[in-house]
């Protein structure tokens, strides 16, 4: 499997970056090496062995059901780059 | 997946066109806020109408290098809702991000659950009527699966010129998205099912069911198709927020297919809006990558996986649904009208039994469903507030069942009670509204009647019917006080009635 230029071009765009000609193209070299190792991978025979999900032995961590979190507004708008009354403020988004 | 049709195509839900009939198909998928403390993979508190921001986390407002940890009692719900919904229950799901870039996302991706859900088909039984004849006709709506996600934040767009304002408060807090089969075929089934599945989470305390505070809230997939015929192009409109915008959304929108295809067009497939002010719906933005989500599995969190054990503890500590609280009160002596009626909201049921607790429940019924329902109803309460007692209503059925009190008292007493509280009896008691029973004063009264009235008598032999005149009269002469059976016997025996 291999991706074209404009299948490197949309993938940016969903995933919001802003990708020059010039380093799209880099790009798909890049991501065609990666699939191209992927598909290596596929040549191995996995049949009947468990898909790995850790490399470790264990169940997922599960938390009580208790408000721990949370109050302090100011600090989590802190880094924004526009807010009012600890709201964001962000350009408009409706159309 | 594959759409199969289980539904047998039936001319009464037909809708016409120009030229020909039509039939809707309809899927809804039910965005359900879970009843939890706090959100389903942070500690911030999950409570409505806090302040901008008050409840977010370092993990909600995503940032680097946070991990989730996964609230054990969003599963549990999430459990209890599948088997609410008679629903494979999945010992092992994953979570995947589903990608995409909103302002009110900060992650960049929803944590939700796609290829593996923790719940899988399931089946809600809907109650849809009553037609003319004043039948109900149960059908069975598959449920396709339900899954965990986190809810997005809230963004505002009226408070600047521009700028839109958001609140992360909501971002994290666990959803259950519960997907139908496309098996509605009209507007009143699918709302019927929408009542249903939030009865159903009521019941079960999943979900609080507050429509009005966005804890439930649906997206509804309609196409259109001549009856029988393959599946047509489907639309999808987002996120309608009551169960009778749902309705007008479906009826809007088949009307608006069937226009299009009747006049030769095609379907495009697409997200919509509805807009309840003008009642119908409109293309909500061009998404031509929109539906690439790119989903992959959460590299941050394990598979989720429980025991059986663990489930069959959850089943046996579930409270009594509605469809078995419906047949048990049936079997107590109820009608089917009366009993779905009573067990429409928990606390309504719970109402009903404890009046009922001693007493006929026919009776018991007939006086929570057309007293204290039609009370609440004509001052638009709900049950939580009443201001009658089970107790107090039970109360005033004793006082009818022991001849204390004629019906019609009875419904003066309840009236006193709702305005001004007071224990039955003592109020029958001190305001003198006892039931005349005293055979001699009753007499006198029907003697009086006749004397005044003495056409009306020699007629009455004639007519028999004309004894409930007479009745009447009297029962108005004792301000209702008399007991009616008295009266009537009286009034046929002095008249030579048999």
Request: hydrophobic share 40%; glycine share 8%.
């Amino acid at each position: 499997m291999s991706v074209d230029i404009d299948t490197v071009k949309r993938v940016a765009k969903l995933a919001r970056l802003a990708v020059t000609d010039e380093r799209a193209e880099r790009m798909q070299g890049e991501l065609n090496a990666i699939l191209g190792f992927v598909e290596q991978l596929n040549e191995v025979d996995v049949d009947g062995v468990e898909p790995m999900t850790s490399v470790v032995e264990m169940e997922m961590r599960k938390r009580a059901d208790v408000v721990t979190d949370g109050n302090k507004a100011a600090e989590i708008v802190s880094n924004a780059p526009a807010s009012e009354d600890n709201f964001f403020m962000v350009p408009k988004v409706i159309e | 997946m594959t759409l199969i049709d289980t539904r047998t195509p039936d001319p009464k839900r037909f809708i016409a066109g120009t030229t020909d009939d039509w039939e809707i198909i309809i899927g809804l998928e039910v965005h359900a806020q879970v009843t939890s403390k706090s959100k389903l993979f942070s500690g911030a508190s999950t409570e409505f109408g806090a302040e901008p921001n008050a409840n977010v986390s370092l993990v909600d407002a995503a940032m680097p290098g946070m991990l989730p940890v996964i609230n054990e009692e969003c599963v549990a719900q999430a459990v209890r809702t599948g088997l609410g919904l008679n629903a494979q229950i999945n010992l092992r799901s994953v979570f995947d991000r589903k990608n995409y870039f909103y302002p009110d996302l900060p992650q960049g991706y929803q944590i939700s659950q796609f290829k593996d859900p923790i719940v899988g088909e399931g089946i809600v039984t809907v109650s849809v009527g009553p037609d003319k004849q004043g039948n109900f006709e149960d059908i069975e709506i598959g449920v396709e699966r339900l899954h965990l996600e986190q809810d997005a934040g809230k963004s505002m767009h009226d408070q600047h010129p521009t700028m839109s304002f958001v609140d992360l408060n909501r971002t994290g807090v666990a959803l259950m998205e519960i997907v139908s089969k496309p098996d509605l075929r009209s507007a009143d089934e699918a709302k019927a099912y929408i009542t249903k599945l939030r009865t159903i989470l009521r019941y079960l305390g999943t979900c609080d069911g507050n429509m009005d505070e966005g804890s439930m809230r649906a997206d509804v997939n309609v196409s259109v198709r001549k009856p029988g015929g393959d599946f047509g192009t489907r639309c999808e409109i987002k996120n309608v927020n009551s169960i009778r915008f749902i309705g007008q959304a479906i009826e809007s929108e088949a009307r608006r297919q069937i226009a299009i295809l009747e006049d030769g067009g095609t379907i495009d497939q697409e997200t919509r809006l509805f807009d309840p002010a003008k009642g119908e719906t409109r293309s909500m933005r061009s998404k031509e990558d929109a539906h690439d989500y790119r989903y992959f599995p959460d590299p941050d969190l394990l598979p989720l996986e429980f025991s059986q054990a663990y489930v069959d503890q959850l089943k046996s500590d579930l409270p009594e649904l509605p469809d078995a609280k419906r047949s048990r009160f049936i079997g107590e002596g109820l009608s089917a009208y009366d009993a779905s009626i009573l067990v429409s909201e928990k606390a309504i049921a719970d109402f009903f039994e404890q009046v009922a607790e001693g007493r006929d429940s026919k009776t018991a019924a007939n006086w929570v469903i057309n007293n204290l329902l039609g009370k609440l109803n004509e001052t638009s309460q709900e049950i939580e507030d009443t201001p009658v007692s089970p107790d107090q209503v039970g109360g005033i059925i004793d006082l009818i069942k022991e001849g204390t009190i004629s019906g019609k008292i009875a419904k003066d007493l309840f009236d006193i009670i709702w305005e001004e509280g007071g224990d039955p009896a003592e109020i029958v008691e001190s305001r003198g509204m006892k039931q005349v029973t005293d055979t001699g004063a009753i007499e006198a009264a029907v003697d009086e009647v006749i004397a005044a009235n003495p056409d009306k008598a020699e007629q009455a032999k004639e007519k028999p019917n004309l004894a409930g005149w007479f009745v009447g009269q009297v029962m108005k002469a004792s301000g209702g006080k008399a007991n009616p059976q008295a009266v009537q016997e009286l009034v046929k025996q002095k008249l030579g009635i048999e």
